[in-house]
């Protein structure tokens, strides 16, 4: 079985009972890996009655094929469970290390059930796995819980796990992972559904290596291709995610004043050249990756302190910064250090205090909500404050911890218009009025609004993708088309998740051709394009069908009003609105299914799915 | 064989790497935008490892980000006169 271990570990953290499972290889062609293999096992195990902070959801784990081989980017692992944040599918992908160690203990997905009686952690090597006490890590940020498992297993093992935040529930809640380089499992509360079931951390180690099933092949594919991915990338290398924040600004991309505003000339104030002037130690690297994006900054602020860790994300200094106005490198890099102690999704954090000051300025709330706290545009001190009080649960902080859907919903009508989000999930920072196809990809996205499971930004900024049927860039500003290109970039970047590479590869000219042919080479299959591209809308409709058992269908299919009837007036996408309708059509149309966005009979049976409503 | 103008400009760190934002080249009036790129990576040295080397590369998609009226232009475009381009960070993001 060349690409897996066979071993799936099923824990059951009620009655501390565990057992492995060896997956069919059928199962495995299907689903691949990852996002994937994930997908069908969450689908057997949990549905739309499930509590998803309740001991009969699960938390899910998952390498790919590719993950502890030396395909590059490939150290990665999924994360999946039902989301407390949206009450749907919920997922979340992350680099690091830990998906290696996971992998080179011998496990190819880790299924976790029940709830602890008291707080634990869970250790994983060759030998198999040990549900540890953990009464002395609750309480403990995520920098500090990986130096004391470190200090308790040893400097050779790597570290998820929760920080007070998913402790105490908070919907914005991580998994984080890799300590202060906090590689984050960020986006759906799944951090907050770790904390119902008492589980603090997970450490892993191992030697194993993931069987090949061409090696030498494999080799010479890889010296020549990671030359290129380094070249291309050089960018990306150097200066981050944040080193194209200015582009991104000067295309209408950058969402700024909580998706009020087109133009803001203050950020190159958050760009990743002005991150390496001021803060930058080192830049570090996720398993696997030749590029190395991850920025490790140290820096000593006369208003914040000491702030090290991860420098912040593109999407970090976007939801943090120009989404609330604040132009302040030190106050963006201090209240993501809060958030990575505490272990919450950045973008839904910062979409959450945007929201607030917005509902501030309009008199929606006030000092008495906010204790005290003035909430203007551009305070970047309230912004790092408000970041604590969701962290820990306290004052406004608590009802912004719930989600932008649920505090709107508490404060009233009026706040519903300032709270940004698709299905629950709150929306990451590309905007749809830049490039048509987002905001398709937000409205359809399984686990609500998300940037990542499209990535058509890429496609219609940039990069052309001729396997997938794109030699051109597609004109942004155009609606027909959309429906397939958002349908065909879902269902390869659902290889990518399941596969585990990094879709920063796009970049780099890495599409269906080289995915395919690692798959291949690592696995021994004989895949060929369609199929492969098959197994990829397989799992994007298994996930729809378990949204659709959550209720999910045309109705929930939706973008925010202020971006479908709010032109910004100025920009590089002044005046563009996207036509979601038209799209969604042309969408549900290629994806065979009906006007209610079900899935049909004939395309569940094409793509080898159960059909649900026989009885 | 006639010349044209066109202007460039740098933005972010490339600017400062070339140590200044606007560019203006007299170039041969059937040069293309490849050949613009190449004349730049030869005036600029530091800014050589970011411009689009490879052949295949139609964009110039995966290094920098080159925009004319607010669209990627294609390394095999004709320049013509006054023509006025920005060359950016690519559009990474996160
Ligand atoms: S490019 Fe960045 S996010 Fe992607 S694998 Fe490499 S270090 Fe991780």
Same mark, same amino acid.
């Given at each position: 079985?060349?690409?897996?271990?066979?071993?799936?570990?099923?824990?059951?953290?009620?009655?501390?009972?565990?057992?492995?499972?060896?997956?069919?290889?059928?199962?495995?062609?299907?689903?691949?890996?990852?996002?994937?293999?994930?997908?069908?096992?969450?689908?057997?195990?949990?549905?739309?009655?499930?509590?998803?902070?309740?001991?009969?959801?699960?938390?899910? !784990?998952?390498?790919?094929?590719?993950?502890?081989?030396?395909?590059?980017?490939?150290?990665?692992?999924?994360?999946?469970?039902?989301?407390?944040?949206?009450?749907?599918?919920?997922?979340?992908?992350?680099?690091?290390?830990?998906?290696?160690?996971?992998?080179?203990?011998?496990?190819?997905?880790?299924?976790?059930?029940?709830?602890?009686?008291?707080?634990?952690?869970?250790?994983?090597?060759?030998?198999?796995?040990?549900? +540890?006490?953990?009464?002395?890590?609750?309480?403990?940020?995520?920098?500090?819980?990986?130096?004391?498992?470190?200090?308790?297993?040893?400097?050779? /093992?790597?570290?998820?796990?929760?920080?007070?935040?998913?402790?105490?529930?908070?919907?914005?809640?991580?998994?984080?992972?890799?300590?202060?380089?906090?590689?984050?499992?960020?986006?759906?509360?799944?951090?907050?559904?770790?904390?119902?079931?008492?589980?603090?951390?997970?450490?892993?180690?191992?030697?194993?290596?993931?069987?090949?099933?061409?090696? #030498?092949?494999?080799?010479?594919?890889?010296?020549?291709?990671?030359? #290129?991915?380094?070249?291309?990338?050089?960018?990306?290398?150097?200066?981050?995610?944040?080193?194209?924040? /200015?582009?991104?600004? +000067?295309?209408?991309?950058?969402?700024?004043?909580?998706?009020?505003?087109?133009?803001?000339?203050?950020?190159?104030?958050?760009?990743?050249?002005?991150?390496?002037?001021?803060?930058?130690?080192?830049?570090?690297?996720?398993?696997?990756?030749? /590029?190395?994006?991850?920025?490790?900054?140290?820096?000593?602020? +006369?208003?914040?302190?000491?702030?090290?860790?991860?420098?912040?994300?593109?999407?970090?200094?976007?939801?943090?910064?120009?989404?609330?106005?604040?132009?302040?490198?030190?106050?963006?890099?201090?209240?993501?250090?809060?958030?990575?102690?505490?272990?919450?999704?950045?973008?839904?954090?910062?979409?959450?205090?945007?929201?607030?000051?917005?509902? !501030?300025?309009?008199?929606?709330?006030?000092?008495?909500?906010?204790?005290?706290?003035?909430?203007?545009?551009?305070?970047?001190?309230?912004?790092?404050?408000?970041?604590?009080?969701?962290?820990?649960?306290?004052?406004?902080?608590?009802?912004?911890?719930?989600?932008?859907?649920?505090?709107?919903?508490?404060?009233?009508?009026?706040?519903?218009?300032?709270?940004?989000?698709?299905?629950?999930?709150?929306?990451?920072?590309?905007?749809?009025?830049?490039?048509?196809?987002?905001?398709?990809?937000?409205?359809?996205?399984?686990?609500?609004?998300?940037?990542?499971?499209?990535?058509?930004?890429?496609?219609?900024?940039?990069?052309?993708?001729?396997?997938?049927?794109?030699?051109?860039?597609?004109?942004?500003?155009?609606?027909?088309?959309?429906?397939?290109?958002?349908?065909?970039?879902?269902?390869? @970047?659902?290889?990518?998740?399941?596969?585990?590479?990094?879709?920063?590869?796009? !970049?780099? #000219?890495?599409?269906?051709?080289?995915?395919?042919?690692?798959?291949?080479?690592?696995?021994?299959?004989?895949?060929?394009?369609?199929?492969?591209?098959?197994?990829?809308?397989?799992? !994007?409709?298994?996930?729809? @069908?378990?949204?659709?058992?959550?209720?999910?269908?045309?109705?929930?299919?939706?973008?925010?009003?202020?971006?479908?009837?709010?032109?910004?007036?100025?920009?590089?996408?002044?005046?563009?609105?996207?036509?979601?309708?038209? @799209?969604?059509?042309?969408?549900?149309?290629?994806?065979?299914?009906?006007?209610?966005?079900?899935?049909?009979?004939?395309?569940?049976?094409?793509?080898?799915?159960?059909?649900?409503?026989?009885? | 064989?006639?010349?044209?103008?066109?202007?460039?400009?740098?933005?972010?760190?490339?600017?400062?790497?070339?140590?200044?934002?606007?560019?203006?080249?007299?170039?041969?009036?059937?040069?293309?935008?490849?050949?613009?790129?190449?004349?730049?990576?030869?005036?600029?040295?530091?800014?050589?490892?970011?411009?689009?080397?490879?052949?295949?590369?139609?964009?110039?998609?995966?290094?920098?980000?080159?925009?004319?009226?607010?669209?990627?232009?294609?390394?095999?475009?004709?320049?013509?006169?006054?023509?006025?381009?920005?060359?950016?960070?690519?559009?990474?993001?996160?």
């Amino acid at each position: 079985m060349s690409g897996y271990h066979g071993r799936i570990l099923d824990l059951n953290l009620s009655s501390g009972e565990m057992k492995e499972e060896k997956p069919e290889p059928t199962m495995l062609r299907h689903y691949i890996g990852g996002s994937g293999l994930g997908a069908r096992l969450l689908m057997d195990n949990t549905d739309g009655d499930t509590d998803p902070l309740g001991p009969g959801n699960i938390l899910i !784990f998952a390498t790919g094929p590719l993950t502890g081989s030396r395909v590059p980017t490939s150290g990665r692992h999924a994360v999946l469970g039902k989301s407390p944040l949206t009450g749907v599918w919920g997922e979340s992908d992350v680099g690091g290390n830990w998906g290696t160690a996971l992998k080179k203990a011998g496990y190819d997905a880790l299924i976790i059930r029940g709830r602890a009686p008291h707080p634990v952690y869970i250790h994983l090597d060759e030998e198999g796995a040990r549900i +540890e006490n953990a009464d002395h890590l609750w309480g403990q940020d995520t920098f500090a819980t990986e130096v004391l498992l470190k200090q308790e297993k040893g400097e050779g /093992i790597e570290a998820a796990c929760i920080g007070p935040a998913g402790e105490q529930q908070v919907l914005l809640a991580s998994i984080m992972h890799d300590g202060r380089h906090s590689r984050a499992a960020g986006r759906t509360g799944l951090g907050a559904v770790m904390g119902s079931k008492n589980l603090k951390a997970l450490s892993a180690e191992g030697q194993r290596s993931t069987p090949l099933a061409h090696p #030498g092949e494999l080799k010479k594919n890889l010296g020549e291709k990671v030359r #290129g991915i380094r070249e291309n990338l050089v960018f990306l290398s150097d200066y981050g995610t944040t080193g194209g924040i /200015i582009s991104l600004e +000067e295309t209408g991309d950058l969402p700024i004043k909580n998706w009020l505003q087109g133009k803001w000339p203050q950020v190159e104030a958050l760009s990743g050249e002005k991150m390496a002037e001021t803060m930058l130690k080192k830049k570090f690297f996720c398993g696997a990756c030749p /590029i190395g994006c991850g920025r490790e900054i140290e820096y000593r602020s +006369e208003k914040f302190g000491p702030i090290m860790g991860a420098g912040p994300e593109y999407e970090t200094v976007s939801t943090l910064g120009s989404y609330c106005l604040v132009d302040d490198l030190e106050a963006v890099a201090a209240a993501n250090e809060l958030c990575n102690r505490y272990g919450m999704d950045t973008i839904s954090t910062g979409a959450a205090v945007a929201f607030a000051i917005e509902a !501030f300025q309009e008199g929606l709330i006030g000092v008495e909500e906010t204790g005290g706290l003035h909430l203007d545009w551009g305070a970047g001190e309230a912004v790092v404050e408000m970041v604590r009080q969701i962290g820990e649960k306290k004052g406004l902080g608590a009802l912004l911890g719930r989600g932008v859907r649920a505090a709107a919903a508490e404060i009233g009508p009026r706040a519903e218009e300032m709270a940004l989000h698709v299905k629950g999930l709150e929306l990451p920072a590309h905007d749809p009025r830049a490039f048509n196809s987002v905001g398709l990809s937000y409205a359809t996205s399984n686990r609500g609004a998300c940037h990542l499971a499209g990535m058509t930004h890429a496609l219609e900024g940039s990069i052309p993708l001729p396997q997938l049927g794109y030699p051109e860039i597609p004109d942004r500003f155009g609606t027909g088309g959309k429906g397939q290109l958002v349908a065909r970039m879902q269902d390869l @970047m659902g290889l990518f998740d399941s596969l585990k590479l990094c879709k920063f590869l796009l !970049f780099a #000219g890495i599409e269906v051709g080289d995915s395919l042919n690692w798959c291949n080479l690592v696995t021994g299959w004989d895949l060929d394009q369609k199929e492969f591209l098959k197994a990829g809308e397989r799992m !994007f409709n298994l996930k729809r @069908m378990y949204n659709v058992g959550c209720g999910i269908s045309r109705k929930d299919d939706l973008l925010p009003p202020r971006v479908l009837t709010h032109p910004r007036g100025t920009g590089g996408a002044a005046h563009n609105l996207p036509r979601l309708g038209e @799209m969604l059509r042309e969408y549900y149309e290629y994806r065979g299914w009906d006007e209610m966005g079900l899935p049909t009979r004939e395309k569940l049976e094409e793509l080898e799915l159960e059909y649900p409503w026989e009885q | 064989m006639g010349t044209i103008r066109v202007e460039v400009e740098l933005k972010g760190p490339l600017a400062r790497l070339a140590g200044k934002e606007q560019l203006e080249y007299q170039v041969k009036s059937e040069a293309l935008i490849r050949d613009l790129l190449g004349l730049i990576g030869q005036d600029f040295p530091a800014l050589q490892r970011f411009l689009p080397g490879d052949e295949g590369e139609q964009y110039g998609r995966h290094r920098v980000l080159i925009l004319q009226e607010g669209q990627p232009v294609k390394l095999d475009q004709k320049l013509f006169p006054g023509m006025r381009l920005k060359i950016m960070p690519p559009l990474t993001g996160g």
